[in-house]
């Protein structure tokens, strides 16, 4: 044991002496480009809860391997896999800990332009959805643009039943021109229903955005997250120190990994006090809504990291480390 806690403590030593630097970082947790885009990948599908989730996601087979060992040994490859994800880990966090305390610039988001052109709804989603809002509003039947729709849907009741009514009694060679013509018909009226309804979004999001500030992860002070995510890297990095160890030493370190497993609430403690954190920063803005401002606050982190993995994982990058860090390291 005198030797693992040496192992452990050596390790974090030599990782937090570089931990005030992106590139000493990468030199210190070296992955290869597929590794990085792997992570990436991971940080990316992460869309509920942003960086937490990817956290929780990479932690979880490391911890159902630990928990097997139990029972079996674990073979010297499965151990050098978890190592190797316990290191995508722990990069991420010491990254996220240079964007906290501004090591590395965290960029404003790009302006989002979605919803200027017409939605890509189909003309029955964009029924149902004003009919909700109707129902919800009754009021909203003044709306020009929910007027204009519902009498659009009108015509194309009564332009849809006359098709229905007149077709049997078209002549079989002039069907296609009577079909032509009607669908000529049925395309404008749905032109006319999806420019409405683009219209009446970019109406609701120009209100929503009036009454709540639009959210940068640069404005927020994140500082205060670093001494939380210096302990967070710390019990991830013990994580990996000691199944290196166990998959060094071979024998007789069931009974340590058992014990690893056993303590695991350290490190998911860690991540659960960081969103509690989330919303601490946010209640001192008092300009978001807290849930929201939390949940922001995890995505924009995911985010950033994400560019910067991804980059990093580029083969250019690979091959001059130091040519493709981000700007600020």
Same mark, same amino acid.
């Given at each position: /044991?005198?030797?693992?806690?040496?192992?452990?403590?050596?390790?974090?030593?030599?990782?937090?002496?570089?931990?005030?630097?992106?590139?000493?970082?990468? @030199?210190?947790?070296?992955?290869?480009?597929?590794?990085?885009?792997?992570?990436?990948?991971?940080?990316?599908?992460?869309?509920?809860?942003?960086?937490?989730?990817?956290?929780?996601? /990479?932690?979880?087979?490391?911890?159902?391997?630990?928990?097997?060992?139990?029972?079996?040994?674990?073979?010297?490859?499965? /151990?050098? @896999?978890?190592?190797?994800?316990?290191?995508?880990?722990?990069?991420?966090?010491?990254?996220?800990?240079?964007?906290?305390?501004?090591?590395?610039?965290?960029?404003?988001?790009?302006?989002?332009?979605?919803?200027?052109?017409?939605?890509?709804?189909?003309?029955?989603?964009?029924?149902?959805?004003?009919?909700?809002?109707?129902?919800?509003?009754?009021?909203?039947?003044?709306?020009?643009?929910?007027?204009?729709?519902?009498?659009?849907?009108?015509?194309?009741?009564?332009?849809?039943?006359?098709?229905?009514?007149?077709?049997?009694?078209?002549?079989? @060679?002039?069907?296609?021109?009577?079909?032509?013509?009607? +669908?000529?018909?049925?395309?404008?009226?749905?032109?006319?229903?999806?420019?409405?309804?683009?219209?009446?979004?970019?109406?609701?999001?120009?209100?929503?955005?009036?009454?709540?500030?639009?959210?940068?992860?640069?404005?927020?002070?994140?500082?205060?997250?670093?001494?939380?995510?210096?302990?967070?890297?710390?019990?991830?990095? +013990?994580?990996?120190?000691?199944?290196?160890?166990?998959?060094?030493?071979?024998?007789?370190?069931?009974?340590?990994?058992?014990?690893?497993?056993?303590? +695991?609430?350290?490190?998911?403690?860690?991540?659960?006090?960081?969103?509690?954190?989330?919303?601490?920063?946010?209640?001192?803005?008092?300009?978001?809504?807290?849930?929201?401002?939390?949940?922001?606050?995890? /995505?924009?982190?995911?985010?950033?990291?994400?560019?910067?993995? @991804?980059?990093?994982?580029?083969?250019?990058?690979?091959?001059?480390?130091?040519?493709?860090?981000?700007?600020?390291?």
């Amino acid at each position: /044991m005198v030797e693992l806690e040496k192992r452990i403590s050596g390790d974090w030593f030599e990782l937090k002496e570089k931990a005030g630097s992106f590139h000493a970082l990468l @030199e210190a947790l070296p992955l290869s480009p597929a590794e990085l885009r792997g992570a990436a990948t991971t940080l990316r599908l992460s869309v509920e809860q942003g960086i937490i989730e990817f956290k929780r996601s /990479m932690l979880s087979p490391v911890l159902v391997a630990l928990e097997t060992a139990r029972y079996k040994t674990l073979d010297s490859q499965e /151990m050098t @896999e978890q190592e190797r994800s316990l290191t995508a880990l722990l990069l991420a966090v010491m990254i996220q800990r240079l964007l906290a305390v501004d090591v590395l610039p965290r960029s404003r988001p790009r302006q989002d332009e979605q919803g200027a052109g017409s939605p890509e709804l189909g003309i029955g989603s964009i029924v149902t959805s004003v009919k909700s809002m109707v129902k919800a509003n009754p009021a909203l039947r003044a709306h020009p643009a929910i007027k204009n729709i519902l009498v659009q849907v009108q015509f194309y009741t009564k332009e849809n039943q006359k098709m229905r009514e007149l077709f049997p009694m078209i002549k079989p @060679e002039k069907r296609a021109s009577f079909l032509s013509n009607f +669908r000529r018909t049925f395309g404008d009226i749905a032109e006319s229903i999806r420019r409405n309804y683009t219209a009446l979004l970019q109406e609701e999001a120009a209100a929503t955005k009036s009454k709540q500030p639009e959210f940068s992860l640069a404005l927020l002070p994140l500082k205060s997250l670093a001494p939380l995510l210096t302990n967070q890297a710390k019990e991830v990095a +013990r994580v990996r120190s000691t199944l290196a160890y166990a998959r060094e030493e071979k024998y007789k370190t069931r009974e340590i990994l058992v014990r690893l497993y056993d303590s +695991r609430h350290q490190v998911l403690g860690f991540i659960e006090e960081e969103l509690k954190m989330f919303r601490g920063i946010c209640r001192q803005t008092l300009q978001y809504d807290l849930d929201s401002c939390a949940q922001e606050i995890a /995505m924009g982190f995911r985010d950033q990291i994400v560019a910067i993995l @991804e980059k990093q994982g580029r083969p250019s990058a690979a091959s001059n480390p130091t040519g493709g860090a981000p700007t600020g390291s």
